[in-house]
């Protein structure tokens, strides 16, 4: 059983570009959650992906998005990169049963991303 | 959706048994409780999760009284390197998942 990868795991951008960071899932996983953690502060909710179509989010604006693949990997492009978006960016997998209920979040060990 | 409350920091010594309690007035009766460790600039590892009474793992225990509002993460003789910060969630499982800002464990030699 595989654990959940990211990649890359550290990034430099520069104000106004954009990025696209990946996670792969754990084996059997459905669901995919993206967080973001500024530095000395937990992880902040961003987006939940279930079956290739968002589940949910956070007060992030409409320039964080994501997407889900047939293999329930995922990635998550931000554009018009602002200084605050400085953090690292988890991804978390899960498996979601019938009824709604997800089992617990596995998360991988996260990007590194820095705008300047 | 439950928020929880937790110390900020603790301190406690190498060997010793750490107790971190949490509070969650509001949670539903769907909700679980699960426990993260996380290491700087590394993703939260899952530790315990449990719904009511006490839980047990390899690693941790979890005492959750019959109100539910509150959990206490208990931590046998701790060594140096679970030296990190804990964080408490309440829920039905990733969706909107709530982080507050955890308890800082430092353990010291």
């Known amino acids: 059983e595989t654990g959940v990868t990211q990649s890359p795991t550290h990034l430099i951008k520069t104000r106004g570009q954009q990025v696209t960071l990946r996670c792969s899932s754990q084996s059997g996983h459905n669901t995919v959650s993206w967080y973001q953690q500024a530095l000395g502060q937990g992880p902040q909710f961003i987006f939940q992906y279930y079956r290739e179509e968002e589940n949910g989010r956070g007060n992030f604006p409409p320039r964080f998005s994501g997407l889900q693949f047939p293999n329930y990997s995922s990635e998550l492009n931000v554009n018009a990169l602002e200084l605050d978006d400085s953090a690292l960016y988890l991804c978390?997998?899960?498996?979601?049963?019938?009824?709604?209920?997800?089992?617990?979040?596995?998360f991988g060990p996260g990007t590194r991303l820095t705008v300047l | 959706l439950a928020k929880t409350t937790q110390p900020i920091s603790m301190d406690s010594y190498e060997g010793q048994e750490v107790n971190i309690t949490c509070s969650h007035n509001n949670i539903a009766t769907n909700d679980y409780i699960t426990w993260y460790q996380q290491f700087p600039s590394q993703g939260p590892r899952f530790i315990i999760q449990g719904y009511k009474t006490k839980v047990t793992n390899e690693v941790a225990s979890l005492f959750i009284p019959a109100d539910r509002k509150s959990s206490t993460l208990s931590l046998p003789r701790v060594s140096l390197s679970d030296t990190a910060v804990y964080y408490c969630?309440?829920?039905?499982?990733?969706?909107?998942?709530?982080f507050g800002a955890g308890t800082r464990l430092f353990v010291k030699a």
């Open positions: 969630l309440v829920g039905t499982g990733g969706f909107k998942t709530i």
């Open positions: 978390a997998s899960s498996l979601r049963r019938p009824g709604g209920v997800s089992d617990t979040q596995y």
